[in-house]
């Protein structure tokens, strides 16, 4: 069946400080990829997507690309800032399963201090 | 509304008491997801509806749970005979369009967070 791994948390960092969260996926067939996050109180928002290899996906500074050879999904962000402490979740969607879900990695904290 | 709506935000049981859980979809919203998040888990599907008809109920976990969207729009998921490994936090996610998951566009809501003692 189909799965997401991705690194536990929480991963603390101090402003401007580079950030990586590893993905890495198995799926039986051509899957989407995304990452949501979740900041403290608020419902789960789609931060971005990419729905085939090589594809790069980017919002608010953060940026993921699809490695197929690597059934690989990181998320990176040059230079974070203290509103991105939140909860990340990478997920998959694959069109040969049921379209109606998403499966969800664990989610990884980030704590980002001034 | 603007977004998602889930009520009651919390909601504690007693073990052994049946619970219903609402979500109001966006309007016009045509797709309905309920999920399940354990603490300190990813969120795992539930079921889904287009419109009125649910067609994949297969992350349900036992047939004490049983979910309905009878008018296309509001949907209500019910859990009878809650047991503590029910204690969760519930989203609702609605979608514009019925192949939405394709593109990852989900809405979620705040979450219902149950507690069965």
Known sequence: ?114 | GAGVSQSPRYKVAKRGQDVALRCDPISGHVSLFWYQQALGQGPEFLTYFQNEAQLDKSGLPSDRFFAERPEGSVSTLKIQRTQQEDSAVYLCASSLRDRGISTGELFFGEGSRLTVL
């Open chain 1, 1 to 114: 069946g189909n799965s997401v791994t991705q690194m536990e948390g929480p991963v603390t960092l101090s402003e401007e400080a580079f950030l990586t969260i590893n993905c890495t996926y198995t799926a039986t067939g051509y899957p989407s990829l995304f990452w949501y996050v979740q900041y403290p109180g608020e419902g789960l928002q789609l931060l971005l997507k990419a729905t085939k290899a090589d594809d790069k996906g980017s919002n608010k500074g953060f940026e993921a690309t699809y490695r197929k050879e690597t059934t690989s999904f990181h998320l990176e962000k040059g230079s974070v800032q203290v509103s991105d402490s939140a909860v990340y979740f990478c997920a998959l969607s694959d069109l040969t399963d049921s379209w109606g879900k998403l499966q969800f990695g664990a989610g990884t904290q980030v704590v980002v201090t001034p």
